[in-house]
């Protein structure tokens, strides 16, 4: 059986990662400026953001806790930019 801080790492690890594919997803993009990159970008990594929560909570793996913790910045950053990552690789150039 796993530890009880085992489980609050999942739970942490899977909800972040699923407001974090949430958030891409409620993107608004500008359609005066529209770069289809960017919509790809962004897309690709909700989806990856929504398939990596649910794994992470339907499977029940246990995940370390820098995962937990690059989960939760990756979450507040994504929440920070409104959902923009064009905003974050230009703030890393």
């Excluded at 909570?57 to 370390?64: H, Y």
């Excluded at 690059?70 to 703030?91: D, E, P, T």
Aim: aromatic content about 8%; glycine content about 8%; some cysteine.
């Amino acid at each position: 059986m796993m530890g009880q801080e085992m489980v609050a790492l999942v739970w942490v690890t899977g909800v972040t990662h699923l407001i974090s594919a949430f958030r891409l997803a409620c993107y608004q993009r500008d359609e005066h400026h529209h770069c289809w990159r960017e919509s790809v970008l962004i897309s690709l990594c909700g989806g990856m953001f929504c398939l990596a929560g649910i794994d992470v909570l339907l499977a029940f793996l246990p995940v370390s806790p820098w995962h937990a913790g690059v989960s939760v910045l990756a979450c507040a950053l994504i929440v920070r930019s409104g959902g923009n990552l064009m905003v974050l690789w230009r703030a890393l150039k």
